[in-house]
């Protein structure tokens, strides 16, 4: 039997009010109050999203971020920083009661990444899991992604690379000293692709959540109930946003 | 007491950058006095961290790896992309870019 969630197509928001709603999502599905979640989202104006453990001083260059107009939050989820321009990003939140979720961390990263593959496969991209928590295409990644679980929910949170553009994300994140950006965007495109990388078109976002959307459906056997958030859910997004993701002490905390 | 910093990506773990107070004189065998340490990995409760960074206050370097495997063991944190292996091979890098006059060698 096929397992019901619902399925939340935000559309665009910025870096606070996307971390706020995730958040907010987390703690309906925890609560029972929500079905289990799919998320579908993007970002406006381009973010960076640090990483639970990260510092922002270390990893970002902050001036540089408000020349570009780009807002810099701090995740509940571990990982790297992340640059959030021309991706689909998604969240799924589960029970750590339900069938889908496994209490081992690798075991769950990689059956909720099989969504993923499937999705990117229905776009004629052959992609595998590379663990921890990576998605990979011809060795390259193309999606990363981030778990936790609180409130005996299990989280998890990534992106999907529609494109990539090297330059702008390197004159935003901190370099290591030793190393010229030249030398680091040739290392990046050495490592990263993208959906347009890899099938030579431009799909865009609408065809890639599509995608991703049935890739989910099909491989965890998932009836999706189209939804909105609640009421709650809303003002409860709100609340974090303001109250927490664009908060200075949020933000700089490590 | 001397300030040591590293990053480093130890076998099996993210990226990881180590700042720490340590005794002196610096060797394998000072003492961490604070440490804090970032990067790009997990750790589930992940506001138990913090209890695990202060775990390893006393504690040598030398040891570290021990004492971090240990106390997050006993605090009941799942950890993806650190380890104590990790983390003391990080301290000791720290420590030898100290003794050689480096700071913060990345």
New interface residues.
């Given amino acids: 039997m096929s397992h019901s969630f619902r399925l939340l197509e935000t559309g665009y928001s910025n870096a606070f009010y996307n971390m706020g709603l995730d958040s907010a999502i987390l703690d309906s599905v925890a609560s029972g109050e929500s079905l289990p979640t799919l998320r579908l989202y993007g970002w406006k104006p381009s973010a960076i999203s640090l ?5 922002a001083e ?1 990893e970002i260059d902050l001036s540089a971020c408000r020349e570009h107009g780009v807002d810099v939050v701090r995740r ?5 920083a992340v640059f959030h321009d021309a991706e689909v990003t998604y969240s799924i939140g589960i029970p750590e009661s339900h069938p889908l979720a496994s209490p081992s ?2 075991e769950s990263y990689r059956i909720l990444c099989q969504g993923i593959i499937e999705g990117l496969a229905l776009l004629g991209i052959g992609a595998e899991f590379a663990p ?2 990576d998605i990979i295409v011809y060795g390259k990644k193309i999606s990363g992604n ?5 409130n005996h929910c299990i989280f998890q949170h990534g992106t999907i690379l529609l494109s990539v553009d090297a330059e702008t994300m390197f004159s935003l994140l901190r370099v ?3 190393k010229s950006r030249g030398k680091l965007i040739q290392d990046i495109m050495s490592r990263v692709t993208s959906v347009s990388a890899v099938t030579g078109r431009d799909l865009g976002f609408e065809t890639v959540a599509g995608a991703l959307k049935s890739g989910f459906a099909s491989a965890l056997d998932i009836d999706f109930r189209t939804g909105q958030a609640s009421a709650d859910e809303l003002k409860q997004a709100d609340a974090y946003a303001f109250g927490k993701f664009s908060s200075k002490e949020w933000t700089f905390r ?1 | 007491m001397s300030l040591i910093s590293a990053t480093a990506k130890p076998e099996g773990c993210k990226l990881l950058r180590i700042r720490a107070e340590i005794s002196d004189p610096p060797g394998p065998s000072s003492l961490i006095l604070a440490i804090t340490i970032n990067g790009d990995f997990f750790a589930i409760p992940e506001e138990a961290f913090e209890k695990i960074e202060a775990g390893l206050e006393g504690c040598s370097i030398a040891n570290s790896g021990t004492r971090f495997d240990q106390t997050a063991a006993t605090l009941g944190v799942s950890l993806a992309g650190i380890n104590g292996q990790g983390l003391r091979e990080a301290l000791l890098k720290g420590l030898a870019d100290k003794m050689a006059g480096r700071e913060n060698g990345q």
């Fill in positions: 990483g639970y453990f990260q510092s270390e509940i989820t571990g990982g790297g961390i690798p921890i928590n981030a778990q936790t679980r609180r290591p000293k030793e490590r």
